[in-house]
């Protein structure tokens, strides 16, 4: 017989139509084969670090339309992860390979189809291993795709960031800032707004929450306008943008976090703005730029390494807490990109 | 003394933020010079065709961060008009030519600065003379521009055109078909879905005003979704639009013209559409692609000259008739290119 062991997993309820709610997901003790079976093809991983990223919600959504599959049901959440190989029967995988892909929530993974899988090149850099689900995995590769295909920046150019000490947002303010622009972000508390301007070197940082008035908030921070607009919240703080564009703007459009919640989102009432500045408004999904990923990790690798960018993370342990970490995400209580270390080893 | 004489004018009253009403422009019986004055370097116009556009409305705010600066109270209306030169000091003008330009609402013009007068090349085609701020000027390009510059249409692609049968949109939609393209228009009328399905070559036309549910709507005529959407209305139909959209698809922002009544224009919902589909939307201001118009105007021609391309105008006769014909853009009273003809002769 099969030897199994115990495997703690984070299971998916059920669809929603609403902000996420633990009680939405439930820890469940399953079984994962104790070695890879022969003649499978397979290897079988240790989880270490997961990633909790706003996308997924669009996952909990019964909603076939879009570029990901939904959750099911009674399965485990999946999402970037990262992981140790401890049994393989795949000659491109060797245990005590480091590997990133989409792994489940769980702390043992059989994996079918490993081909999917990426191993991590030690040596790259001596960043952490969570840093290959932030800094050089998919936020890290949003933010660079995002502001350099979409946005364009060029020296001295405006850029406002939102959500500007998120998992993305810290990127695309550090790479704005390399590329010679004058770089605000907004965030959700005194205490982002520190890190954003004495630790990530954003020129400056407001709270969002304390203004009055986005519109004259935007128009006081950025008194020439606003060039680019990298948007990863969508509704009231796109629509004060737009009155602050300039003519050519450019606003990519990552995320709209803060639309995760509700059914029916608020209205956006300025985009007539789009046409008398020509502005360029794009919404983007990292994957279709599959083709910049090595430069991405070429120049993201030596940025770091030359202490030119840095990352903040917020690390929560134990599957235990995951649920409540993903949750988190969407009323902000991540200070820096939200990770689960999935062991205490 | 210098002879004048007698000049009817449609003057601008007052600026506005509101739809535009006929009484927002009055009739004036002024004076211009009978001659050109010598070594003034000025010419003398008759003014036979006026463009009612409405990009115009913009210019009746008092809203000097545009593209283009507002009407001055007081003083003429102006838009695109042809004229035949009847005098000229100028050695680039003569009287007999034809030219097309920014020209006041008035029976003769003095120009200034004749340098930014267009003239009509004779022998080009055989087209009307008010085809110059039709199907061969601004709506014209504005078409091209849009469409092949920022839709990027392909064969096979499904193409909606809103406000069809105007000035620009019929163009488009044209255009489109020439390309290889499904094309479907949005009109206000059964007078004008017909027109544009029985003249224009339009594959499918509907009445946007008959509709309950315009999202099903475009579902119906969109069973495999939409690929370019040239929006020249905003409002509802964009929103409906944005869920109906493909993946990759690509919006050019061209007018809001349902939103020009409107002090504070009605929320758009459904922008998160942008970031899953990879939406690219943009505005455009034609004027900023100026090193197409040659090759606008030679294939346009061609198009025109070998049946291709057909142009459906309204055409209103007399001064006294100008406000109303302009009002009557926001109401959708004109059916196809609405241009004034200013004289009987």
């Known amino acids: 017989m099969e030897q199994t062991r115990e495997n703690k ?5 059920a669809y929603i139509d609403r902000a996420p709610a633990e009680t939405d997901m439930e820890l469940r003790i399953g079984t994962v084969a104790a070695t890879v079976p022969k003649g499978s093809g ?13 996308y997924m919600r669009g996952r909990m959504r019964d909603f076939r339309d879009s570029y990901i599959h939904p959750f099911t049901p009674g399965e485990t959440i999946e999402g970037f992860g990262v992981s140790e190989v401890i049994d393989s029967d795949n000659t491109d995988f060797r ?23 990426k191993k991590i090149e030690h040596g ?7 840093y290959h689900i932030g800094l050089f995995g998919m936020p890290g590769f ?5 502001l350099k295909e ?19 947002g810290q990127i695309v303010g550090q790479l704005a800032k390399l590329e010679g622009c004058y770089v605000v972000g907004s965030a959700g508390s005194k205490e982002k707004v520190k890190l954003l301007k004495e630790k990530l070197g954003f020129d400056d940082a407001f709270v969002y929450k304390e203004e009055q008035d986005l519109v004259a908030a935007l128009k006081r921070h950025f008194p020439r306008g606003i060039d680019v607009y990298f948007d990863n919240v969508g ?5 004060a943008a737009l009155l602050n564009m300039n003519a050519h703007g450019r606003i990519a459009v990552c995320g709209m976090v803060s639309l995760h919640g509700v059914g029916n989102p608020i209205g956006i009432h300025n985009l007539y703005n789009l046409v008398f500045k020509r502005i360029n408004m794009k919404g983007f999904v990292q994957s279709d730029y599959a083709h910049l990923m090595p430069q991405f990790l070429e120049e993201m690798t030596a940025y770091y390494e030359q202490g030119k960018i840095k990352y903040v993370e917020d690390v929560r342990h ?3 807490n995951a649920a409540a970490a993903f949750v988190g995400l969407f009323s902000g209580r991540n200070v820096g990109k939200q990770v689960i270390s999935v062991s205490s080893t």
């Open 95 to 117: 245990p005590g390979d480091f590997v990133t892909g989409m792994i489940p929530w769980e702390e043992y993974s059989l994996i079918r189809q490993p081909d999917k899988l």
């Open 235 to 239: 509704g009231e703080m796109l629509d």
């Open 9 to 13: 997993q984070v299971i998916f309820k």
């Open 150 to 168: 979409i946005c364009c920046p060029k020296e001295g150019e405006t850029v406002l960031v939102s959500a500007a000490s998120g998992a993305v």
């Open 124 to 130: 790259r850099s001596a960043a952490p291993l969570s």
């Open 42 to 54: 397979m290897v079988l991983l240790k989880n270490l670090y997961l990633s909790c990223d706003p």
């Open 318 to 320: 134990g599957l235990e």
């Open 142 to 146: 949003t933010a660079y795709v995002g």
